[in-house]
């Protein structure tokens, strides 16, 4: 199931941005399996994991992300949502998401933090 993020952009340090993350040619019921993971991707460095929400929408979150960032899921209109606020400089990279575990990649979403 290749999932598609969007909704990147430019925004100041300190304010807010969410992310959506669709699987337009999934089939439900697949969806519904896939455990919907968040990656980013800075300039220069290893994609990273950000967290990730179960079909139940248990979530779990790296350090970098919590207490800052939300991952949220509609099952019914297969989408998954990164809620990203307080943002730091240090949050610019391409956001990705994909079902945790597969290496089906779709294309990114460029988030960029000015100071």
């Known amino acids: 199931v290749q999932l598609q993020a969007s909704g990147g952009g430019l925004v100041q340090a300190g304010g807010s941005l969410r992310l959506s993350c669709a699987a337009p040619r999934a089939i439900l019921s697949t969806y519904v399996m896939c455990v919907v993971a968040w990656h980013r991707q800075a300039p220069g460095k290893q994609r990273e994991l950000v967290g990730y929400i179960s079909s139940g929408g248990i979530t779990t979150y790296e350090a970098s992300a919590k207490g800052r960032f939300t991952i949220s899921r509609n099952n019914s209109r297969k989408m998954a949502y990164l809620q990203m606020n307080n943002l730091k400089v240090e949050d610019t990279a391409v956001y990705y998401c994909?079902?945790?575990?597969?290496?089906?990649w779709g294309k990114g979403t460029q988030v960029t933090v000015s100071s």
């Open positions: 994909n079902c945790r575990g597969s290496d089906d």
